[in-house]
């Protein structure tokens, strides 16, 4: 089963007591969803409120035993060209994102955009 970051620790607590009880586990934790935020989509609040989400989808994915984190590289528009985007992606990746994911066990898959 995949699953999206849940921020509300009722909600983490229902997901947790649910699979205590059917034995489902959870393979991958998506952070965020296909067409919603990416990971650096802009500078500033925008970026570090994707960052916090993706950071907390690797915290449960570890919590819940999950292998992995899907996470949507940055987007490419009008205001952010591939490279730049690409860039952004790959800092936030190897100083932020990569050294937690390590620390807990879980691997991280790119999508590009």
């Known amino acids: 089963m995949e699953l999206t970051p849940v921020s509300d620790p009722a ?4 997901v947790t007591e649910a699979m205590a ?23 500033g609040e925008e970026l570090e409120a994707n960052v916090a989400l993706t950071e907390r989808a690797i915290r449960q994915a570890a919590e819940w035993g999950a292998e ?26 190897a100083t932020r994102l990569v050294p ?5 066990g879980v ?4 999508e590009n955009t």
């Open 11 to 14: 909600e983490r607590r229902a």
């Open 21 to 43: 009880s059917t034995g489902v586990q959870v393979s991958s934790i998506e952070a965020g969803h296909p067409h919603g935020p990416a990971l650096p989509d802009r500078e």
């Open 68 to 93: 992995s984190v899907l996470v949507v590289s940055g987007r490419i528009d009008a205001e952010t060209p591939a490279e730049v985007s690409w860039a952004r992606s790959a800092e936030v990746l």
């Open 100 to 104: 937690l994911a390590e620390d807990l």
């Open 107 to 110: 691997s991280i898959g790119i």
